[in-house]
Every structure is written in structure tokens, then in C-alpha cells.
T-cell receptor, first 115, second 114 residues
Framework: GESVGLHLPTLSVQEGDNSIINCAYS??????FIWYKQESGKGPQFIID?????DKRQGQRVTVLLNKTVKHLSLQIAATQPGDSAVYFC??????????????FGSGTRLLVRP | EAQVTQNPRYLITVTGKKLTVTCSQN?????MSWYRQDPGLGLRQIYY???????DKGDVPEGYKVSRKEKRNFPLILESPSPNQTSLYFC?????????????FGSGTQLSVL
């Protein structure tokens, strides 16, 4: 079956360092990938997205890389700050031929930022 | 402010007592969905709706019902809650148009079934 997962349940980084959060997926039919950030007590918030025809996309302090050959997605956060502490999810979306819309989430990586 | 609103935020109930968790969005989104979040399992889809009066099962629909009588509302109904439905629930919505698929989430409903 199709799946989207994350490599590590927890990642600890020093404040100011760069963070890299990884995600693997099994379904090559996914058209679109999204990274979400979930802070304690809140719902997931959109961070950045990337389409399957791209291999890199940059936002403010964040970069997403997509390697379709090995079905791997990563989120890079530059100069990690305490406010970046959260659980990060990747999600893959696929449009079906019948216009169905399916979004599959990974299990999440908790990012801990050490002062 | 564009948002997805869920109520209540916290709910404690007993086995078998019917409950409804409400969800409303003010973004005129066509697509709405319910997820449950459990430790180590990530977000799993319960039901979704592509438009008014159109609902479909997600990955874990057993024990749940939904309705979509209006575009803005998508309530989740537990007719006879059981302890294994203790979870954190999220409602989400999106335009679900190609090239505009961002999903917006509510703040969550923590449900405990005793």
C-alpha cells in the first residue's frame, strides 16, 4: 500500500544550527507534498509545499528537497530557533482519475531545540 | 480571519453516550475532512467530503458518521463512543483545486471516552 513516513521520531539540535528532517514515501503517484508544523496544543500549520515536477523549493528559513528517484523528501530549517520546536509532518497528496483527493501523513518528527 | 473552528476543545464522555463534534470553516472550501491523531500513528483520515452532500470513508471510518448538509459545516458524530475512540481529533478543509490544495486545520478536539 501507499505510505508516507518519517525517519526519526525525535531530532535534537542546538539553537542556531540547521535542522534537517527527513521523510520517505512509497507511492510514486503522489503529485504534491506538504510539510506541516504542529506546536503543542495546536492543529498542524502549513509550512511549505512542493510539486512532483520540482526538486527544490525555498521559503523563509525553510527549504524542501524532493528526490523522486529514492522517494525521499526533506525539510531544512536554517538557523533553528526555540520557536521551531514542534512536531513536523510530511504529507503526500494524490489526485485520482475520478477527481478523488487523498492526502497521506507521516507519523511526525519532534524537533527539540537546545538553548 | 480565515479559519477552521472545532468545538468543543476538550470532551470527556462515557461509553455509549452519543456525541457530536462540530466543525465549521469560513473560507468557502469545498473539501472537508476529519482526522484522528494517536501517538506513533500520525494523522489518520476518518471521513472526508468533496462537496455538499458528498461524503466518503477515509482510512478509519468505523464507529463514526459525518454529514455535509451545508458547505461550511462538517460535524463528526459518534453514535456509541467506545474507549478506543479516545483520541485527538482534527477537522480540516481546503479548496481541493489542482494547484491549490493546502489543507487548513482546526485547533483540535481532545476526546476521552471512559
Amino acid at each position: 500500500g501507499e505510505s508516507v513516513g518519517l525517519h526519526l521520531p525525535t531530532l535534537s539540535v542546538q539553537e542556531g544550527d540547521n535542522s534537517i528532517i527527513n521523510c520517505a514515501y512509497s507511492n510514486s503517484a503522489s503529485d504534491y507534498f506538504i510539510w506541516y508544523k504542529q506546536e503543542s496544543g495546536k492543529g498542524p500549520q502549513f509550512i511549505i509545499d512542493i510539486r512532483s515536477n520540482m526538486d527544490k523549493r525555498q521559503g523563509q528559513r525553510v527549504t524542501v528537497l524532493l528526490n523522486k528517484t529514492v522517494k525521499h523528501l526533506s525539510l531544512q530549517i536554517a538557523a533553528t530557533q526555540p520557536g521551531d520546536s514542534a512536531v513536523y509532518f510530511c504529507a503526500g497528496l494524490r489526485w485520482g482519475m475520478d477527481s478523488s483527493y487523498k492526502l497521506i501523513f507521516g507519523s511526525g518528527t519532534r524537533l527539540l531545540v537546545r538553548p | 480571519e480565515a479559519q477552521v473552528t472545532q468545538n468543543p476543545r476538550y470532551l470527556i464522555t462515557v461509553t455509549g453516550k452519543k456525541l457530536t463534534v462540530t466543525c465549521s470553516q469560513n473560507m468557502n472550501h469545498e473539501y472537508m475532512s476529519w482526522y484522528r491523531q494517536d501517538p506513533g500513528l500520525g494523522l489518520r483520515q476518518i471521513y472526508y467530503s468533496m462537496n455538499v452532500e458528498v461524503t466518503d470513508k477515509g482510512d478509519v471510518p468505523e464507529g463514526y458518521k459525518v454529514s455535509r448538509k451545508e458547505k461550511r459545516n462538517f460535524p463528526l458524530i459518534l453514535e456509541s463512543p467506545s474507549p478506543n475512540q479516545t483520541s485527538l481529533y482534527f477537522c480540516a478543509s481546503s479548496l481541493a483545486r489542482r494547484r491549490d490544495e493546502k489543507l487548513f486545520f482546526g485547533s483540535g478536539t481532545q476526546l476521552s471516552v471512559l
